[in-house]
């Protein structure tokens, strides 16, 4: 009875700590998870390297490789596509600033795809209707608000920053530990897991599996988009897209946006230089064809590295991706994945034994 007592006081306190130390871990989940992902694409690199200078040099050396070659560049282009928001919305506002309304409707009257839909007595009342009294104060309480969310995004910019820098730290410093420490790491959770050793190397290289075939989708999406992002700024007449098509490629490993860091600005670009229906042909395309290319091309991809579904892998990059965000794109799968390998160990270690037992006993 004591044994017992101490083994449930013993499940509970480990329970109760567990919680806390995930709880205190949260808000770095995100970069963890991320320098997880990362660890296992570079591990074999990291193997091979290790036999030449040491591990712990090579986990350093791989670690300030990833620096100079992701995040410094990735940071970079998100400044860019920042400072180009900006400079887009002050365009924006000079517009607005130099053409009243009432001039731009009455160069909109006079299009032909506007006589189609509208009457002169329409346009009539619309334009009565934006001269009234209600239309200004709704305008003026739309502006008011808008220009405080500006604000309000101005004020949690620095803050933003700071995160961002706090958060890169902290998955360089994870990302050390665990391409130096990780097979000792691995082996210490595996004494306490209550599976056959095969199990456990069954499961851990599904999960890496599935990274390195997400990864290879992330490759084949960020092709992809490049691809059809070169033909869709060709169709529109726009000089270097080839330019535009490389930084489509690396826009596309950027959450949350992806691809639509670049084809979006250049929506807008269209519709202020070349004219309404080039706009829109380009803000389609950029909506239906480079960012919804994703969602068919990663899962095609994925799937000759993982054996699962079609079906499967794309709600589980989709679903991933809305519930988890960027990182979603790896975490789904590897929830997906695991769950079939585990579903596998279970129909082979307790259903095919109980099956035999039944065959074995007389009755």
């Known amino acids: 009875m004591r044994e017992k007592i101490f083994f449930y006081f013993l499940l509970s306190l480990t329970v109760f700590f567990t919680a806390l130390a995930f709880f205190m871990l949260l808000p770095f989940l995100r970069p963890i998870l991320w320098a997880i992902i990362f660890a296992l694409v570079l591990y074999p690199v990291h193997i091979k390297l290790s036999r030449k200078l040491g591990n712990t040099l090579s986990a350093i050396s791989l670690t300030l490789l990833m620096l100079i070659l992701v995040v410094i560049p990735f ?88 995160s961002f820098i706090f958060k890169t730290f902290v998955f360089l410093l994870t990302l050390f530990f665990i391409l130096r420490d990780g097979p000792r790491f691995v082996k210490f959770v595996e004494r306490f897991l209550p599976m056959h050793k095969e199990d456990i190397e069954q499961v851990f290289l599904t999960v890496y599996k599935t990274v390195i075939a997400t990864v290879y989708g992330s490759i084949g999406v960020g092709i992809a988009q490049a691809t059809v992002g070169f033909i869709g700024y060709k169709l529109v007449g726009l000089d270097y897209a080839l330019l535009l098509a490389l930084a489509t490629f690396i826009s596309s490993f950027i959450p949350p946006f992806g691809a639509a860091f670049v084809w979006f600005p250049v929506a807008l670009y269209t519709f202020m230089t070349k004219g309404i229906y080039t706009g829109l042909f380009m803000s389609l395309y950029g909506m239906f064809i480079i960012s919804t290319i994703d969602n068919f091309i990663r899962p095609l991809i994925m799937k000759m590295g993982i054996r699962m579904p079609y079906i499967a892998l794309f709600f589980s990059i989709v679903g991933g991706l809305l519930a988890f965000g960027f990182v979603g794109i790896f975490l789904g799968p590897i929830i997906f994945t695991t769950l079939f390998t585990l579903a596998l160990i279970y129909e082979r270690r307790i259903l095919r034994e109980e099956g035999t037992k039944q065959e074995i006993s007389p009755l």
């Open 75 to 162: 940071s970079l282009i998100l400044a860019l596509a920042i400072g180009q928001s900006i400079e887009i919305f002050q365009q924006f506002l000079s517009f607005t600033q130099n053409h009243s309304y009432l001039e731009l409707l009455n160069q909109l009257k006079d299009k032909a795809f506007v006589k189609r839909f509208l009457s002169e007595e329409d346009i009539n009342k619309i334009i009565a209707y934006i001269e009234s009294e209600e239309f200004r104060n709704l305008a003026i309480n739309s502006l008011r608000d808008l220009a405080q969310r500006g604000l309000n995004m101005v004020a949690q910019f620095i803050p933003a920053i700071g």
